[in-house]
Structure formats: C-alpha cells, structure tokens
C-alpha cells in the first residue's frame, strides 16, 4: 500500500467518458429520475441526481485498502487499553446499559470487524476520513446498491454503455449476505432474521408494512447465497420454550442486527433477543461490541500511539484521518486559538447532532458551545477538513429541467468480511451547505466505476 498515492482529481473518470456519453447519461437519468429514485430515501422535495458519480476502478480500489487498514489499526488501539467490551466502555467512559445486548466479557477480537463503514469526504484532492461506523447497523446500503443498479440497468436497455469500460461498483448487498454466511459459520437454507427499529428516525419508518414490502427484494437476494431471510420489527421477536429467538412465527438461527444498539427502542422483543443471546441459542451478525469501536475518542487512541507504529502506518494516519484529541479542559485555550481550524463534536454521536464548526460560529457561541462540551464530558476536538466540491448534474422536480453545478459530497465504501464491495454517496444539491445528511435534503446514490 502506497501512503502517497496520487488521488484522481475529483470528477476526472466522470470527464474521461466520451461526451456523448454523457450527454446521454444525463439525458436518459433526468426522463427517468422517478423510476430511479421510487422508495429511496430522502427529505428533499426538489431535487434528484440525474446521474451518479463516478470513480476510477483502481482509487475505490486503494481507498477501500486505505479504509481496511485504518479499521485495523482502530481495534489494535482499542486492544491496547483494553481487553474486553466491558473495559473498552468504561476507558470509553459509555454508560452501563447505554449499548444495548453488549457483553461485557467478551474479548476485543478481528471479528468485530466484520461490517464497517468509513465515512469519507475529499479534500484538497486526498480522502479524508472524519469518523467510522463499524457495525451491522449500517444504514444507506439498500438505497445505494438499488440506485446505481436501476441506473445501470437504464443505460443498458438504452446501450449507452455499449464498449465503454463503466459498471455499477459491486452489490454491497450481496457481499453482505456472504459475510453473513460465512462470518456465522451457516448452513444452507439457515433461516436468518433481519431485524429493525422501526421506532427510529429514518424516512418510511412511520409505516411498517410498506417499509418490509420496499426491502422485500432482499429475502430473493439472500436465497442465493443459502440464506432465508425474514424481516420484521425487533419489537415483535419472541422467545420459545426452548430460548430460541422467534420471528415471523417460527425461530430462527441466527439474527442480522440492522438496528443501532445505542439507539433502539426499549421493547419486549428486544429483551427477547437479549435472552437467546444469553442462552447462547442466537448466532448475532454482529456483536454489539462492534459499536464501541465506532467511538470517535479512537481517532484520538489513533494520535497517540503514533510513535508506537510503522513509518506507513504513521503516514496513512497523518494523511487520511484528521487529527483528533479528546476535548478536555487543558483543550480550552487552543479550541479558542484556533477556532477557525477545528470541530467539536460528541465522540459517540451520529447524523451531525451537536457538532459545531469552529468557522460556521461567531467567537462567543463558539466559546460558550466548546466549554459547554468541557463540562458535559464526551466530546473530541479534530481538525477541520474542508469537502472539495464537485460538478454533478441534477433534475428540477418541479420543472424537469437539469441543472449542473458544482456541490458537497462524501463518499462511504462498505466493507463486509474485511472485502470491498459498493459505495454510498451523499451528494449536495444547488444552494446547499456543507453538512450532508438526510435531515438536509442530501442525495443518495451508489457509484459507478471505470476501468
């Protein structure tokens, strides 16, 4: 792995296209946006994408490398302080009970890394890195791989990709569904329950029936690689007499947790589930213990043992993960130094909630916000990385006019099994500001790469 690899400029793969390509792309993607985007997720009411990114094959291919090492090198900077769960979440200073079905004495291990997602945004040319979600909860992944699929499939009924070396990014669904498998050791026909929060924030959870009839194409996905999948709300899961888990009316052998463990919702099937993982009788892709190596105070664990690692190691850190220190008060005098350059945010948040932005804030809010944070305890300082902006094009709603302008994005490889697969990307729109995520109107979509 070379630390100094040389990025594409931002955009470049999109360029190198013939234009009549994409003139076309954009064409057939702006007719078809309604067919594209049916059941995805998203607040925006005025915007769509007209097309997807587009990225080299042999950059997505190092930036998931880049992201794989720096996962490793988390869990190793975990293992360093700790040696089980239960010492991680006190180091971590997380509440008891806060991470729902943790085990305490379980062993910090390479298994926990079984699912992961870098979130990722580019700046100055070079990814940057600015936290990790390593879970099974990761959140996007259906509304990326059925995206850039429905896209693909547009072009190639269209043959607009005849001869020209472009493809959607492989199905992170089905390197899931694999990892599944061969993560639990399952047998063939393993009937596997797949269990959300439908109590959480997230568009179309306000309706149960509809949400498991969109996701239903993914039991048909799973049966190719031996896997019966049965998707219902944690809240109805249920126990036998025998302590297994019960879903859908019959158990199950094993569980896919598509809920945050933080965050779910209280319910009697929760408990349900607690008690199969007690019994032992309930196999869990994955285990909660995953969610503590998501903490951002690692990012800072990551800092310090500097001196401790490989002259390559030393440099993939400095270059892709911006530099990280838990905010204490012996942090004051330099956040107010150097406002302009930093962001505090909570090390165990989500989805941009109580995040400041040194140089978005006037010098007293900024002050009163990072004490605030001091004394509330649990917070990071990091250094503020500016997202490059890149030309896409879009479709008016309203009108049906496109429109290209140049725009915020991040891009967040999924890695399952330790393997690369897709990508999702939040995309800004016209007129947008810098935070990207769902609750601003962000536009999601999969990738397409070129040879």
């Not at 919702?265 to 589930?273: E, F």
Request: with cysteine; aromatic share 8%; glycine share 8%.
């Amino acid at each position: 792995m070379d630390p100094n690899y040389s990025w594409p400029p931002a955009g470049q793969a999109w360029t190198d296209l013939p234009e009549s390509t994409r003139t076309a792309m954009v064409a057939a993607g702006a007719a078809e946006w309604e067919k594209i985007f049916h059941g995805r997720a998203t607040y925006n009411k005025q915007w769509r994408l007209a097309r997807p990114p587009v990225l080299t094959a042999d950059a997505f291919r190092r930036l998931n490398e880049v992201c794989d090492r720096i996962a490793q090198l988390i869990l190793e900077a975990c293992q360093r302080r700790a040696r089980t769960a239960g010492e991680l979440r006190r180091l971590l200073d997380v509440p008891q009970g806060e991470t729902r079905l943790l085990d305490e004495d379980e062993p910090l291990h390479e298994g926990l890394l079984a699912a992961y997602r870098p979130d990722v945004l580019f700046s100055s040319g070079v990814p940057c890195i600015v936290e990790y979600n390593i879970d099974s909860s990761l959140g996007g992944g259906f509304d990326a791989d059925t995206v850039i699929y429905r896209y693909a499939d547009l072009y190639r009924e269209r043959g607009l990709l005849d001869g020209v070396p472009a493809r959607p990014a492989p199905s992170l669904l089905d390197q899931r569904f694999v990892a599944i498998r061969d993560t639990l050791r399952l047998p063939d026909g393993a009937r596997v329950a797949l269990l959300m929060d439908f109590d959480a924030e997230y568009p179309g959870l306000d309706d149960p029936e509809t949400f498991i009839r969109i996701l239903s194409p993914l039991a048909d996905q799973a049966k190719r690689f031996g896997i019966d999948l049965v998707i219902a709300p944690v809240r109805s899961a249920a126990l036998d007499a025998d302590q297994r888990l019960v879903v859908g009316g019959a158990p199950v052998d094993a569980l896919f947790r598509l809920f945050v463990p933080n965050r779910v919702t209280p319910s009697a099937g929760l408990d349900a589930v607690a008690g199969a993982l007690a019994a032992g009788t309930l196999p869990m892709f994955v285990s909660a213990a995953a969610w503590l190596l998501s903490n951002k105070l690692n990012y800072a664990w990551l800092w310090a043992d500097l001196p401790l690692l490989s002259e390559t190691d030393q440099a993939l850190i400095r270059r892709y993960v911006p530099h990280t220190v838990a905010l204490t008060a012996d942090q004051l005098d330099r956040a107010l130094a150097e406002q302009a350059d930093l962001v505090a945010k909570p090390a165990g948040g989500s989805a941009g909630h109580g995040v400041l932005i040194g140089r978005k804030m006037s010098a007293l809010a900024w002050e009163d916000g990072v004490r605030a944070a001091i004394d509330a305890g649990g917070n990071i300082l990091q250094r503020y990385h500016e997202a490059d902006r890149v030309a896409m094009d879009f479709v008016q709603i309203e009108t049906g006019e496109t429109v290209s302008a140049e725009v915020p994005y991040s891009l967040a490889p999924y890695l399952f099994g330790r393997t690369g697969s897709g990508a999702l990307a939040r995309v800004g729109y016209p007129g947008c500001d810098e935070v990207l995520n769902l609750a601003r109107g962000v536009l999601m979509t999969g990738i397409l790469l070129t040879d």
